[in-house]
C-alpha cells in the first residue's frame, strides 16, 4: 500500500518562502512519477510541478515557474516542494501524488495515490 505524507505548510507573508515535502513509503520515489497539486477552497484541485522517473521530466504549472523547484531525494524517497516569492493566489492545501503512469501527467485522474495535504496560506 502506497502512502504519502506531506509536511511544511504554514502561514507566511507575501514574497516568503516554504518547502513542502513528502515522505513516501510502499513505493521507491525514483521508479515512479511524483507530482505536487494544489487545491483552493471552491477551485478545483490544480497541477503544480511533476518529476519523472528518471528525474529528467520535471515540468511546472506555468504561474509557478522560476518561483517553485520540485526535488527528489531517493535516499531519504522523498519529494519535495521548494516555494519562493509566494503571493496569496499560492494560498492553497499542497497534495503529493504519484502515477503509475510510466510519464505521469498534469491531471489529477493521472495520479492513482495522494497524501492528505498540507495547508499553505500567504498573506499580504
Known amino acids: 500500500q502506497v502512502q504519502l505524507v506531506e509536511s511544511g505548510g504554514g502561514l507566511v507573508q507575501a514574497g516568503g518562502s516554504l518547502k513542502l515535502s513528502c515522505v513516501v513509503s510502499?513505493?521507491?520515489?525514483?521508479?515512479?512519477?511524483m507530482a505536487w497539486f494544489r487545491q483552493a477552497p471552491g477551485k478545483d484541485r490544480e497541477f503544480v510541478a511533476s518529476?519523472?522517473?528518471?528525474?529528467?521530466?520535471?515540468r511546472y504549472r506555468e504561474s509557478v515557474r522560476g518561483r517553485f523547484t520540485i526535488s527528489r531525494v531517493d535516499a531519504r524517497n522523498s519529494v519535495y516542494l521548494q516555494m519562493n516569492s509566494l503571493n496569496v493566489e499560492d494560498t492553497a492545501i499542497y497534495l503529493c501524488?504519484?502515477?503509475?503512469?510510466?510519464?505521469?501527467?498534469?491531471?489529477?485522474?493521472?495520479?492513482?495515490?495522494w497524501g492528505q495535504g498540507t495547508q499553505v496560506t500567504v498573506s499580504s
Open positions: 510502499g513505493r521507491t520515489v525514483s521508479t515512479y512519477p
Open positions: 501524488a504519484t502515477s503509475d503512469r510510466p510519464y505521469g501527467g498534469t491531471l489529477p485522474a493521472d495520479f492513482g495515490s
Open positions: 518529476i519523472n522517473w528518471n528525474g529528467s521530466g520535471v
